[in-house]
Every structure is written in C-alpha cells, then in structure tokens.
T-cell receptor, first 110, second 113 residues
Framework: DGGITQSPKYLFRKEGQNVTLSCEQNLNHDAMYWYRQDPGQGLRLIYYSQIVNDFQKGDIAEGYSVSREKKESFPLTVTSAQKNPTAFYLC?????????FGPGTRLLVL | AQSVTQPDIHITVSEGASLELRCNYSYGATPYLFWYVQSPGQGLQLLLKYFSGDTLVQGIKGFEAEFKRSQSSFNLRKPSVHWSDAAEYFCAVLSGGSYIPTFGRGTSLIVHP
C-alpha cells in the first residue's frame, strides 16, 4: 500500500536533548512538509522540501532542522534550542496541488 | 496573499441531523480548495477538493461541498451526521503562484446521540 509513515507515534524528550522524528513516503512525491499542531492553532509550517537535497524554512523553523537526502525520507530534528517542543507533529507529501498526511508523532517533554 | 477563515470553532449537532461547516477564502482568482478531516490523535485525511468545473463536489464518507465564487465560500455539508463524524475539520486553500496551501484553524464537530 502506498502512503506516508511517521515514527514513533509518541516521543519523549529530556531537557537539552535533540530528538529526530521520522517521515517516510512511498508515493513517489517530490515535495514533503513538516507541520506543528497545537490545540486551537491549526497547522503551522516548520520546513518544506520541493526536491531532494533542497529545503526551505517555514513560518516557525527556529529550533528545528531537517534533511532531504532521499526522495522518500524527510526527517525532522527537534533541537535543544526549541524551548516549547510539546506538540503534535505532522508530515505531509504533495502531488501537484494536493497534500497527503501521515498519522503524526506526539512529542512530550519529560 | 491567500487566507482562509473557518468562522466556527465548535459545532454541535445531533446524530441524524444535517451539517454545514463554513469556509471563506480570500483570493481574487479561483483557488484550489480542500476539506480535510482529523480524528483525535491522527493525521489529516482528504475529504474532497475543488479545482474547477462543477461547483458541487462529492467526497468520501458522504460529504459534499459547494464552491460559491460570489461569496468566496466553500462550505462542507452532510445530510445526516453519524456519531463517527465527530472530528476536527480543516478547510485549505491554494492559490495561483503558491504551491503551499493555507489551512484554516479548524472546526471541531461534536455529535450528540
């Protein structure tokens, strides 16, 4: 089955620790996106990538980093510089005008 | 710049009643329009989309939406709501010159038995 997978489903971060969220797609889409979702705030764009080896900052990129070494993969690292990382993180890929989403990762701070 | 407004933060309906969720967009030309649904703790699922042509669009799960250019609206409807429809609904717009959609803040649907 084609789709987008995110792992883990839940992730716990200790203070000062960097953590990486995985996003993989087998839809052969060029574009991939990371969003952060907080209650009542909708979706906020963190980073996006239109093609392999290229990515752009979104509206709230501070404290996050990404890489795009393979078409299928777009991992997001939440660094220790992100002081309020508790949120639900959504990965999406895009075919022409339409975005398709993964199941999400919930990040919690210990 | 494109923008989208979902005026209702919460909507409560009884099971079996009809539903209409509002979405208004701000853009001069006809944009691409989308509705997504999100169940608690899950990702967004595409319900339907409008690009051009017939202004009444049919989607999955018995939903439909109507594009009204004169009102800059793309409201989502369902004739009879089921308890399983309780979820968060997001409208999104993508306009010419941009390849990144703008999402509304969402409407939370509560279904009473």
């Amino acid at each position: 089955d084609g789709g987008i997978t995110q792992s883990p489903k839940y992730l716990f971060r200790k203070e000062g620790q960097n953590v990486t969220l995985s996003c993989e797609q087998n839809l052969n889409h060029d574009a991939m996106y990371w969003y952060r979702q907080d209650p009542g705030q909708g979706l906020r764009l963190i980073y996006y990538s239109q093609i392999v080896n290229d990515f752009q900052k979104g509206d709230i990129a501070e404290g996050y980093s990404v890489s795009r070494e393979k078409k299928e993969s777009f991992p997001l690292t939440v660094t220790s510089a992100q002081k309020n990382p508790t949120a639900f993180y959504l990965c999406a890929s895009q075919e022409r005008e339409t975005q398709y989403f993964g199941p999400g990762t919930r990040l919690l701070v210990l | 710049a494109q923008s989208v407004t979902q005026p209702d933060i919460h909507i409560t309906v009884s099971e079996g009643a009809s539903l209409e969720l509002r979405c208004n967009y701000s853009y001069g030309a006809t944009p691409y329009l989308f509705w997504y649904v999100q169940s608690p703790g899950q990702g967004l699922q595409l319900l339907l989309k409008y690009f051009s042509g017939d202004t009444l669009v049919q989607g999955i799960k018995g939903f439909e939406a109507e594009f009204k250019r004169s009102q800059s609206s793309f409201n989502l409807r369902k004739p009879s709501v089921h308890w399983s429809d309780a979820a968060e609904y997001f409208c999104a717009v993508l306009s010419g010159g941009s390849y990144i959609p703008t999402f509304g803040r969402g409407t939370s649907l509560i279904v009473h038995p």
